[in-house]
């Protein structure tokens, strides 16, 4: 909710289109005292009905729907998305399991501000048409042995950004795409989602000449 209470302390958005699970962990991590100095203000969607809103609402925090549908074109869509972020004055903007083009002034807008979570060892299994369960058919296909996930910051690119942080998950040998996505998400995109939030809320990333360094 965007009350004059939290108005100094750091603001989170969360953008998310589906299921939210990582939306949860960072609730969770927040209702378990971690997050010290960070607050969600608001749950953006660009799905109506995803169940990321209701996560949202249960914790009180306030979810926007900004769907696509709703506008004429993607220039409408746009510029009503960017209306919602500015309002909710965001220091950092975290994409969990977002499925959407974020428009350019958007990025250039908020460079180094937008973090988005990708659930492979980037540069594998990245960029235009690897997202979601996809992503996990592909490892499969290829027969990697090792997976995972990676937090990385918003550029022009499709998962080009600087890279904050991975974690490594090992592919089973019996495993099916849904498998593995599950196991990626608790071992690896659960634990550093909320870990990546609170360093960077903390002050502690810095991101030059294209690296980032955690101090
Ligand atoms: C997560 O696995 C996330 O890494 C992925 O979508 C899923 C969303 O799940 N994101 C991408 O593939 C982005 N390229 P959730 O809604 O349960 O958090």
Redesign the pocket.
């Known amino acids: 909710m965007l009350t004059e209470q939290n108005a100094g302390c750091f603001r989170v958005l969360v953008c998310?289109?589906?299921?939210?699970?990582?939306?949860?962990a960072i609730l969770d991590a927040k209702a378990a005292g971690r997050l010290e100095n960070a607050e969600i203000v608001r749950v953006i969607s660009n799905k109506a009905g995803a169940f990321?809103l209701e996560r949202a609402s249960k914790a009180g925090i306030e979810g926007v729907c900004v769907s696509p549908k709703d506008f004429p074109d993607r220039a409408a869509f746009h510029s009503a998305f960017l209306a919602a972020v500015d309002e909710a004055k965001p220091d950092l903007i975290v994409?969990?399991?977002?499925?959407v083009v974020l428009p350019e002034e958007m990025i250039s807008r908020y460079r180094n501000r937008i973090i988005?979570?990708?659930?492979s060892l980037i540069p594998s299994f990245?960029g235009t048409g690897?997202?979601?369960l996809?992503?996990h058919e592909a490892v499969l296909a290829r027969g990697a042995k090792i997976t995972g996930?990676t937090v990385h910051f918003v550029d022009e690119g499709t998962?080009t950004g600087p890279i904050i942080m991975q974690k490594a998950v090992v592919v089973q040998e019996k495993d099916t795409p849904e498998v593995l996505?599950r196991r990626?998400?608790e071992e690896a995109?659960w634990i550093l989602l909320p870990q990546v939030i609170e360093l960077i809320a903390a002050g502690r990333v810095k991101v030059e000449d294209g690296r980032v360094s955690v101090m």
Do not use: R
Request: glycine content about 16%; hydrophobic content about 40%.
């Open positions: 998310v289109s589906g299921g939210g699970t990582n939306l949860q990321a994409l969990a399991g977002f499925l988005n979570i990708h659930p990245c690897y997202y979601g996809k992503v996930a998962d996505q990626v998400m995109e």
